[in-house]
């Protein structure tokens, strides 16, 4: 005798013959698949090009310069001075935080070197003055001139004697310490307290 199979065994063969992926999703369509495949190529593409811009744009300028630490140089004039990230130009000390951007890239004048000065400026291009409180920059030290106002950066034991150009004596112009520039003496006007500018000093 034949068995009749339940009417819905064939269904569920049908059934399981369009079952769904794990997970619930249906296969792609060639439709489907098509425009997914292209907006992966146009994703691919645009980053390419992208990273093809870069290259050409630091091609063209350049890399970024780079920020070294402040570091220390000798200006023509013999004096500490502040080297440029270019590597090659030196500026003056007292040139640092001056309100001009004078290296090409303006790191003299960076926010944080000159955020707090003194104390944020490093400390070759500082000097102290007899007064605590009182700093001048490190070129300005021993260069003849009275920038502490009290003569302390000028009769330092570290200080040279007078130069060629210059006459020693106790000075009575606030401007000078120990030594006047020769070109103020024989003018008929005294600039040492014992008047050896006008009777000692051969002038300029």
């Given at each position: 005798?034949?068995?009749?199979?339940?009417?819905?065994?064939?269904?569920?063969?049908?059934?399981?013959?369009?079952?769904?992926?794990?997970?619930?999703?249906?296969?792609?369509?060639?439709?489907?698949?098509?425009?997914?495949?292209?907006?992966?190529?146009?994703?691919?593409?645009?980053?390419?090009?992208?990273?093809?811009?870069?290259?050409?744009?630091?091609?063209?300028?350049?890399?970024?310069?780079?920020?070294p630490g402040?570091?220390?140089?000798?200006?023509?004039?013999?004096?500490?001075?502040?080297?440029?990230?270019?590597?090659?130009?030196?500026?003056?000390?007292?040139?640092?935080?001056?309100?001009?951007?004078?290296?090409?890239?303006?790191?003299?004048?960076?926010?944080?070197?000159?955020?707090?000065?003194?104390?944020?400026?490093?400390?070759?291009?500082?000097?102290?003055?007899?007064?605590?409180?009182?700093?001048?920059?490190?070129?300005?030290?021993?260069d003849g001139?009275?920038?502490?106002?009290?003569?302390?950066?000028?009769?330092?034991?570290?200080?040279?004697?007078?130069?060629?150009?210059?006459?020693?004596?106790?000075?009575?112009?606030?401007?000078?310490?120990?030594?006047?520039?020769?070109?103020?003496?024989?003018?008929?006007?005294?600039?040492?307290?014992?008047?050896?500018?006008?009777?000692?000093?051969?002038?300029?």
């Open positions: 005798m034949n068995r009749i199979s339940p009417q819905g065994e064939g269904n569920g063969n049908s059934a399981a013959g369009t079952k769904a992926r794990p997970g619930g999703e249906a296969d792609c369509s060639p439709l489907c698949c098509s425009r997914r495949r292209a907006c992966v190529s146009a994703i691919l593409l645009l980053l390419l090009a992208t990273l093809v811009a870069l290259i050409a744009l630091v091609a063209i300028c350049g890399p970024p310069p780079r920020t402040a570091q220390a140089c000798v200006t023509p004039k013999n004096r500490t001075g502040f080297l440029c990230h270019d590597r090659r130009s030196c500026i003056p000390a007292h040139g640092v935080c001056d309100g001009i951007r004078t290296c090409a890239h303006g790191e003299d004048e960076d926010e944080a070197l000159c955020r707090d000065v003194p104390q944020s400026l490093p400390r070759f291009l500082v000097a102290h003055c007899g007064h605590p409180a009182s700093w001048i920059y490190s070129d300005q030290k021993c001139t009275n920038n502490c106002g009290d003569c302390s950066d000028e009769l330092s034991p570290v200080c040279p004697p007078c130069g060629p150009g210059w006459w020693r004596c106790p000075s009575t112009v606030f401007r000078f310490c120990g030594c006047i520039p020769r070109s103020l003496c024989r003018d008929h006007v005294q600039h040492c307290s014992d008047w050896s500018d006008e009777y000692s000093c051969p002038g300029p």
